[in-house]
């Protein structure tokens, strides 16, 4: 049974995120859809999404110190997380990102 994120969530300051991915793979395609249906449906308005294909901005991971795709940094409000996977376990990225529930 795969559980319910509750809608309270509190977000305190719009999340900065740039999620790396290779391409269009099936993997990168999954991660990008489970991202923006995360945000769309509990951050409102409370984040900017940059997507980056680190084939064709290799020197942008480079610098960001990417070694594994797709990964998924939290650049604002600190501290900085970075997370890799495909972020199908909504309850598990809301919490790694830091966001906290109303209760």
Same mark, same amino acid.
């Given at each position: 049974? !795969? !559980?319910k #994120? *509750? $809608?309270? #969530?509190?977000?305190?300051? !719009?999340?900065?995120?740039?999620?790396?991915?290779s391409?269009?793979? &099936?993997?990168?395609m $999954?991660?990008i859809?489970?991202?923006k249906q995360?945000?769309? $449906?509990?951050?409102?308005?409370a984040f900017? +999404?940059?997507?980056?294909?680190?084939?064709?901005? *290799?020197?942008?991971?480079?610098?960001?110190q990417?070694?594994f /795709? &797709?990964?998924?940094i939290? /650049?604002l *409000?600190? &501290?900085?997380?970075t +997370?890799?996977g495909?972020f199908?376990?909504?309850e598990?990225v809301? !919490?790694a990102l830091?966001?906290?529930?109303k209760?």
């Amino acid at each position: 049974m !795969k !559980k319910k #994120i *509750p $809608e309270n #969530i509190i977000v305190e300051n !719009k999340l900065v995120l740039q999620l790396y991915v290779s391409g269009m793979s &099936p993997k990168s395609m $999954e991660a990008i859809e489970n991202i923006k249906q995360l945000c769309d $449906e509990h951050l409102n308005e409370a984040f900017e +999404l940059e997507i980056i294909d680190i084939y064709k901005n *290799p020197e942008v991971a480079s610098r960001q110190q990417i070694v594994f /795709s &797709p990964s998924l940094i939290k /650049s604002l *409000p600190l &501290p900085k997380k970075t +997370l890799v996977g495909n972020f199908a376990d909504k309850e598990k990225v809301i !919490k790694a990102l830091g966001i906290a529930f109303k209760n």
